[in-house]
């Protein structure tokens, strides 16, 4: 299956603990997306990769997260010091470079992080 | 006020009705339009997608858009138990820097009774 794979898919952590979450996008998708999914709430886009460059962070985003994509294919999504508002399902996206299905977003199954 | 609005639903139809779903927006800057499906615990699905104004069908799936009106609906014929899910509308304008991020409706949970 060739499809984007997120891991975990669930993790219980308690207040001010650390987690990362890692992405691996459909292969050679050089665009790269996490939103953040709350319950009864559709995605918020949090931050976009073009290759290894982030390139746009929402103001969701708050200092205690942070996204790499060192080498341009998977991606890690830290939160430092995680609240209970951090609570939701972390969603990644690949997306092809240009050409006609380049609105393509291919979402992967998510990690859902409680902060107890 | 939301840039998307989508009612949450719950819609419950029996199984071979005529479903209607429905986004409204107030970003004219929108030009792509999309309808994901979303199971319980999954991640979101792409079913159709259309550019600017138009009507685009694929099987059972109808998608509209009204730029006009700022209004997109899918229609789901024959609707199957295995329909029910949540549906999101999402759309996004003209990308800076390739950035093709999504603004999605809140989503609408569909059931199909037997």
């Known amino acids: 299956d060739t499809g984007v794979s997120q891991d975990p898919r669930h993790k219980i952590t308690k207040r001010g603990q650390n987690v990362t979450f890692r992405c691996d996008p459909i292969s050679e998708h050089n665009r790269l997306y996490w939103y953040r999914q709350t319950l009864g709430q559709g995605p918020e886009f949090l931050t976009y990769f073009q290759n290894e460059a982030q390139l746009e962070k929402s103001r969701l985003l708050s200092d205690r997260f942070s996204a790499e994509r060192p080498k341009g294919s998977f991606s890690t999504l830290e939160i430092q010091r995680t609240e209970q508002g951090d609570s939701a399902m972390y969603l990644c996206a690949s997306s092809h470079k240009a050409g006609a299905n380049s609105y393509e977003q291919y979402f992967g199954p998510g990690t859902r992080l409680t902060v107890t | 006020q939301k840039e998307v609005e989508q009612d949450p639903g719950p819609l419950s139809v029996p199984e071979g009705a005529i479903v209607s779903l429905n986004c409204t927006y107030s970003?004219?800057?929108?030009?792509?339009f999309m309808w994901y499906r979303q199971y319980s615990r999954k991640g979101p699905e792409l079913l159709m997608y259309?550019?600017?104004?138009g009507n685009k069908e694929d099987g059972r799936f109808t998608a509209q858009v009204d730029k006009s009106s700022k209004y997109i609906s899918l229609f789901i014929r024959d609707s199957q138990p295995s329909d029910s899910a949540t549906y999101l509308c999402a759309m996004r304008g003209i990308s800076n820097f390739g950035n093709e991020k999504l603004t999605f409706g809140t989503g609408t949970r569909l059931t199909i009774i037997p």
């Open positions: 259309t550019y600017s104004s």
């Open positions: 970003n004219s800057a929108f030009q792509y």
